[in-house]
């Protein structure tokens, strides 16, 4: 992963591409069935650009578009997520980053070392990892 989608912080602001935190390239090696979704999804993709035709419009290169190829809005993704987190009753998870949280918790269960988890979640140093984690354990 080399860039994020970020919206600008301020009234209107427009969606771009932006480097990452530490701008380093960050490489992760997704489990199987998150690769079968990101695979499921690249289809309905091809699919959203045979019926848009001259309207497709995937400049940025994003992985989830709308039916155009463009970005998903922040409030479309932030509704969809409530939706799901509903449905699953788990109603009372508020933001979509406790998910990276929880990921990381559920890793250290697993026994991932802390190294493996520092680099798939983007950080400088193993160190901030564990003064991160360590403590919400």
Same mark, same amino acid.
């Given at each position: 992963?080399?860039?994020?989608?970020?919206?600008?912080?301020?009234?209107?602001?427009?969606?771009?591409?932006?480097?990452?935190?530490?701008?380093?390239?960050?490489?992760?090696?997704?489990?199987?069935?998150?690769?079968d979704? /990101?695979?499921?999804?690249?289809?309905?993709?091809?699919e959203?650009?045979?019926?848009?035709?001259?309207?497709?419009?995937?400049?940025?290169?994003?992985?989830?578009?709308?039916?155009?190829?463009?970005?998903? $809005?922040?409030?479309?993704?932030?509704? $969809?997520?409530?939706?799901?987190?509903?449905?699953?009753?788990?109603?009372?998870?508020?933001?979509?980053?406790? /998910?990276?949280?929880?990921?990381?918790?559920?890793?250290?269960?697993?026994?991932?070392d802390?190294?493996?988890?520092?680099?798939?979640?983007?950080?400088?140093?193993? $160190?901030?990892?564990?003064?991160?984690? /360590?403590?919400?354990?």
């Amino acid at each position: 992963m080399r860039k994020q989608l970020q919206k600008e912080r301020k009234k209107g602001g427009e969606y771009r591409r932006v480097n990452l935190k530490n701008d380093r390239i960050r490489r992760i090696k997704p489990a199987s069935f998150v690769m079968d979704v /990101l695979k499921a999804e690249q289809r309905k993709q091809k699919e959203y650009r045979l019926r848009a035709g001259t309207i497709w419009d995937n400049g940025m290169n994003l992985v989830f578009t709308n039916e155009l190829g463009r970005y998903q $809005s922040s409030s479309t993704v932030y509704k $969809s997520f409530k939706r799901i987190v509903a449905s699953i009753g788990e109603a009372d998870i508020v933001v979509m980053h406790g /998910l990276r949280h929880t990921f990381a918790m559920l890793s250290l269960q697993m026994g991932v070392d802390f190294k493996t988890l520092q680099q798939e979640m983007g950080h400088a140093t193993s $160190s901030f990892t564990l003064d991160v984690y /360590l403590q919400l354990d």
